[in-house]
């Protein structure tokens, strides 16, 4: 069974090089895999499988392939990119600045072989500032939660 038929919505994808298109991160710092979109902007899923090869794990966790939390953290901020492409009207010349940290909780790491489920929820939007609470599990364990604000403004 699809996930959007389980859910009863239409939820619209992107992989990698619809990712690609609207994050300015690359390689070795593009943290989110595929996105759903779940509701527009309101709600988006993303999804990031750590891999043992991952150019983070021995350094942080000597022994130990895991990822940081607080790249589990950029990978919430880097998947609520595709929840702000709902809220304007144009995409083009459009940047978001990542501008607050609220209520991080960070609770066991993932390590390789574990596939983050990172899910981000728009809780207000007004005058270009987006508040937002992002929960990162693996297999329905809570690796990481935080509330963070983003600005969306035109590049000028």
């Known amino acids: 069974m699809d996930l ?6 239409d939820i619209a994808r992107m992989d ?6 609207v994050l300015a991160h690359r390689y070795p710092l593009l943290l989110v895999d595929r996105i759903d979109v779940i509701d527009q902007g309101r709600h988006v899923e993303g999804v990031k499988r750590v891999t043992g090869s991952e150019w983070f ?21 880097q998947t609520s990119a595709a929840l702000l492409l709902g809220l304007v009207k144009s995409v083009e010349g459009v940047i978001g600045y990542f501008a607050a940290l609220e209520r991080v909780k960070l609770r066991d790491p993932a390590v390789a072989g574990d596939t983050l489920l990172l899910d981000v929820r728009l809780t207000a939007f007004r005058r270009g500032v987006a508040h937002l609470k992002g929960r990162a599990t693996v297999n329905g364990r809570r690796v990481v939660s935080a509330g963070f604000t983003t600005i969306v403004r035109a590049a000028s």
């Open 4 to 9: 959007s038929e389980a859910r009863g919505v």
């Open 16 to 21: 990698s090089a619809a990712i690609l298109s």
């Open 57 to 77: 794990g021995a350094a942080w966790h000597p022994g130990e392939a895991a990822m940081p939390n607080m790249l589990v953290v950029e990978a919430l901020a």
